[in-house]
């Protein structure tokens, strides 16, 4: 089976400017999940849908933060403005239901000059 | 808060020998435990995991055993071999799905 989609792989901004991330998820997936990974740290989520409903954003910085997942499948994570703190991997994971194994995607890697 | 401790940050051992990874969670409402295996600049990947109902499970050369008493969870990799060496996760989540992860632990396998 096809696994997790991100894209871009890599992405380069200026601090004040939009970025966008996308994800695909495995097909017939119904949770996804957004996740940030410092650099040495372990991954933090930042939102939790099940099927188009956000079921958990209470880590999401909602004053630039947005996310939406159209249709219960693909997903964007959205920045604006972007901040030099917002610099880290950007993961994208699925799974069949909450508590079933998340599968990651390959990340998305934003560096913010 | 949820959290999950983990250690060690860094683990050397040579090939062959055992390795072994700690982590203890806070949530004692936890019920399903995976540790997920990242190499440099790629997907975590999940290697194993445990639910509750469960005090060991084995694959291969991986092993995880769970103490719900103390709330601790452990990793085993036995007969190391150097790609083995990598960055492991533990992590910890309820029934809702909501996982905690641990902060990581980078282990090298000497040839």
């Known amino acids: 089976e096809a696994g997790v989609v991100q894209s871009p792989r890599y992405k380069i901004i200026e601090k004040k400017q939009p970025v966008a991330f996308w994800c695909n998820p495995i097909s017939g997936h119904n949770t996804l999940y957004w996740y940030r990974q410092n650099l040495g740290q372990g991954p933090e989520l930042l939102i939790r849908y099940e099927n188009e409903e956000a079921v958990d954003d209470s880590q999401l910085p909602k004053d630039r933060f947005s996310a939406e997942r159209l249709k219960g499948v693909d997903s964007t994570l959205k920045i604006q403005p972007a901040e030099l703190g917002d610099s880290a991997v950007y993961l994208c994971?699925?799974?069949?239901?909450?508590?079933?194994?998340?599968?990651f995607g390959n990340g998305t890697r934003l560096t913010v000059t | 808060g949820e959290n999950v401790e983990q250690h060690p940050s860094t683990l050397s051992v040579q090939e062959g020998d055992s390795a072994v990874i700690k982590c203890t969670y806070s949530?004692?409402?936890?019920?399903?435990f995976p540790w997920y295996k990242q190499e440099l600049g790629k997907r975590p990947q999940l290697i194993i995991d445990?639910?509750?109902?469960?005090g060991e499970k084995k694959d291969q050369r991986i092993a995880v055993t769970l103490n719900k008493t103390a709330k601790h969870f452990s990793l085993h990799i036995t007969e190391t071999q150097p790609e083995d060496s990598a960055v492991y996760f533990c992590a910890a989540s309820r029934t809702t799905g909501k996982l905690i992860f641990g902060q990581g632990t980078t282990l090298q396998v000497k040839p």
């Open positions: 949530d004692s409402a936890s019920n399903y």
């Open positions: 994971a699925s799974s069949l239901a909450g508590n079933s194994p998340l599968h």
């Open positions: 445990i639910r509750s109902n469960v």
